[in-house]
């Protein structure tokens, strides 16, 4: 069947099939070449003019193509979750409500409508076991993050005791412990090495874990030599709070990525905990006497130094932030490595510091633990850069305040201030709230996910 009418001085014509419609334009005068221009439409009658394809035509295509896109769609691992057992549990369902509609009169109507109730059933418990199943997938690799964060806090808490009885007991300097653990660490080269990498990085990418490597580096040369100028439990509050405070700003600016309202309110709530820790005792503040300018000084530059190594620990978050699906872990702890052994001696050479040699077996056995806790803070704070904020991250890396408490309360005659406590208990309560949030479930949250999953099943839009 055709029907052609006038459409702005063309003629449309329309062939009408059972299942498709094809529609063709034409102009009133005849095609007449024109100088320089050599496109030539075929018009219906005329050679090489290809009509529409038959039905047909369109079954053998779909046949052929459905096969293929079954056999693709097997092969992705989230049908396993959402799709391939919805099918598979609607299967058994059809042929109940087929055979109600087939036999006639009420009775097959009453059928039908019995297995279309009994269907919706099964779908709603389809439903719910998947989203049981998702969530305790998800709930689990959550707790295994927090879990190794909080390892990671309580290894930095031990570094912050071991580096400050390293410098009391053993005349150790903070930068050749950093050198140390450093040339320690270059055995990490064998992760990449055993599953076939290159242990520099896939290319394309070297020069951003090049940034990333001597960003980290450099953030502990600054944070370790600080702790010459100031004390090393000020000097790792200040970098802490330096590196939250910065990588949540840069998170934002440079991969806009935000943080929740209660997300924010606990970062806060824990900044707030260390700067109370960062305020001086009333003894330091009487020493401190204004007629000694070169200790201010000394005390400002160990100061700047703090912030400035939480400023390039914040880069090297957000940069291996934007690397973690093309970089492995051991592939940016090695990259950390090397980068910290030419960064460390540079470092040395600036500042006053002596070289000195550990001697004897407790020495050696310090340093040895010390480098063990970096790697497993590494570790820790790396793998869970994969799936959380920059922020929360460091800010569940405030933990390591308390812990440093709490160890040098055990093994050094310190005594800690009134605000230093007030401060490591906020500090405390907040990484609390943050992990209760992340990892206790709430009493909507799974009734508002099934509803939504539900809605989303019913739509005629897929």
């Not at 052609?4 to 005068?29: E, F, N």
């Not at 059809?94 to 109730?117: I, K, L, T």
Request: contains cysteine.
């Amino acid at each position: 069947m055709e029907s052609a009418h006038l459409l702005g001085g063309s003629k449309k014509r329309v062939k009408i099939h059972p299942h498709t419609v094809t529609a063709k334009y034409a102009t009133h005068a005849p095609y007449s070449p024109q100088a320089g221009i050599h496109t030539h439409f075929p018009q219906p009658g005329d050679e090489g003019y290809d009509d529409a394809p038959s039905f047909e035509d369109f079954g053998s295509f779909l046949e052929e193509t459905s096969d293929r896109k079954k056999l693709t769609d097997s092969r992705r691992w989230p049908r396993t979750l959402f799709g391939s057992k919805d099918k598979d549990r609607d299967m058994p369902l059809r042929p109940q409500a087929a055979g109600g509609g087939g036999g006639g009169g009420g009775g097959g109507g009453g059928d039908g409508s019995e297995g279309g109730v009994g269907g919706a059933k099964g779908a709603g418990r389809g439903v719910g076991e998947q989203l049981a199943s998702f969530g305790e997938a998800s709930v689990s690799a959550s707790r295994l993050t927090w879990v190794g964060l909080l390892g990671a806090a309580l290894a930095h808490g031990c570094l912050i005791v071991l580096t400050r009885l390293a410098s009391e007991r053993f005349h150790l300097g903070p930068l050749f412990l950093l050198l140390v653990r450093s040339v320690v660490q270059l055995l990490s080269a064998a992760v990449p090495l055993q599953r076939g990498e290159n242990p520099f990085g896939p290319e394309g990418y070297r020069l951003r874990l090049l940034c990333y490597g001597a960003a980290y580096s450099l953030s502990l040369c600054c944070a370790y030599s600080s702790q010459t100028f100031v004390s090393p439990g000020d000097a790792a509050a200040t970098w802490r709070l330096a590196t939250t405070a910065l990588s949540a700003t840069l998170a934002f600016l440079l991969l806009e990525e935000r943080l929740g309202l209660a997300d924010g309110v606990s970062v806060v709530a824990g900044l707030c905990g260390l700067g109370l820790v960062m305020l001086p005792a009333a003894d330091e503040t009487a020493s401190n006497s204004p007629a000694d300018p070169a200790a201010f000084w000394r005390s400002a530059f160990g100061w700047s130094l703090s912030a400035l190594a939480g400023l390039w620990m914040a880069l090297a978050l957000v940069s291996y932030r934007s690397l973690k699906e093309r970089v492995g872990v051991g592939t940016a702890l090695f990259t950390v490595s090397w980068t910290g052994c030419l960064l460390a001696p540079a470092s040395m050479a600036l500042l006053p510091e002596g070289l000195s040699w550990p001697a004897g077996a407790p020495a050696w056995g310090l340093v040895l633990g010390l480098a063990a806790c970096s790697v497993a803070a590494f570790l820790g704070m790396t793998h869970a850069l994969t799936r959380l904020h920059p922020a929360l991250v460091s800010a569940s890396q405030s933990l390591e305040i308390p812990v440093a408490l709490l160890l040098q309360l055990a093994v050094l005659p310190l005594v800690p201030s009134a605000p230093e406590v007030v401060g490591v208990v906020m500090v405390a309560l907040s990484v609390g709230w943050l992990v209760a949030m992340k990892l206790l479930p709430s009493r909507g949250g799974g009734r508002k996910q099934r509803e939504e999953y539900e809605e989303i099943l019913d739509s005629p839009i897929k």
